[in-house]
């Protein structure tokens, strides 16, 4: 490319210039982020309580420091119908170079919005009604906490490797679960509700949700556990070989795949708009 031409660009291309400041203020402050997703598709394994009933979730894993992550897992399949269809466990792989994220030698905390759901007495459907706020410590596997109080108590558990004698896809992988205590699980993770993602109509529920005792509360919408571990350890780390889990009963798992950050698309989005500009203004020049 000759001078001259060089030269005519950078005048005409200033908006092209100006998006330096905007990657430079919107790159993460963090040390990592990764953001996996089933898209929606269909759970076909032989554990699946719903076969062929369509899910749809995301997970994203915030490295904030070297030694803190936060893991917010969500369920974005909206008119579900059955229990299967809810989120009850999250398996992945944590690492770097020198050391592999161990669950059982951290301390892992859930919250989320906790409802019950009974059936609508005037349509089709059920109604969710608010429980609180849960904010509790994640025990082992095995260790269900039951108290009367749902709000500072949680059924999920975390441990490393498979589950129920299943296999898992990598060796150390870690999981989040919600089916230590058996065949009928609270506080799986809802999809959004028909009137909005923490709305109180489900139109499309069956019995399996509304007024199942042994499934209420849920979590509704979206989950976030907080991961400390020992210093250091998630320092230059990688999320890898995440699998979320469906429905009550083990072996309900759905692969993942890798999903561009929401702040990344609308960069480019807006990267291509200054370059059209920069093009319609070349043109009338």
């Known amino acids: 490319m000759n001078t001259r031409k060089l030269k005519k ?7 092209i210039l100006l998006l330096a400041p905007l990657f430079f203020f919107a790159s993460p402050a963090h040390a990592g982020f990764y953001a996996y997703g089933t898209g929606q598709t269909t759970c076909t394994a032989s554990g699946c309580n719903s ?21 917010t897992l969500t369920n974005l399949e909206t008119n579900i119908v059955s229990v299967g269809q809810d989120i009850s466990s999250l398996f992945f792989n944590v690492n770097n170079a020198s050391s ?32 609180g706020t849960l904010n509790a410590t994640v025990g082992y596997t095995g260790a269900s906490i039951t108290t009367s109080n749902e709000t500072t108590a949680t ?47 489900y139109s499309s529920v069956n019995s399996s949700i509304y007024g199942n005792g042994p499934h209420n509360p849920f979590i509704q919408y979206q989950a976030k556990f ?43 989005a807006l990267g291509a708009a200054a370059l059209g500009f920069s093009r319609r203004k070349s043109g009338h020049t």
Do not use: R
Request: aromatic share 6%.
């Open 155 to 201: 059924h999920w558990s975390k441990d490393k490797y498979g589950l129920n004698g299943v296999t898992p896809i990598a060796n150390n992988q870690m999981f989040l679960n919600d089916l230590n205590s058996g065949g009928a699980p609270a506080q799986t993770i809802l999809g959004p509700a028909s009137n909005g993602n923490y709305g109180n109509m």
């Open 9 to 15: 660009i950078c005048i005409k291309g200033k908006p």
């Open 100 to 131: 592999t994220l161990d669950l059982s030698k951290a301390t892992v905390t859930i919250s989320g919005q906790e409802v019950n759901v009974t059936q609508n007495p005037s349509g089709p459907g059920g109604i969710a009604s608010s429980v």
């Open 226 to 268: 907080k991961i400390t571990t020992a210093p250091g350890l998630l320092a230059n780390a990688q999320v890898n070989n995440v699998q979320i889990g469906f429905g009550t009963a083990a072996g309900c798992y759905v692969p993942t795949h890798k999903v561009p950050e929401p702040g990344m698309l609308s960069l480019f």
């Open 51 to 71: 076969q062929n009933a369509n899910v749809n979730a995301k997970v994203t894993f915030d490295i904030i420091s070297s030694d803190q992550m936060i893991v």
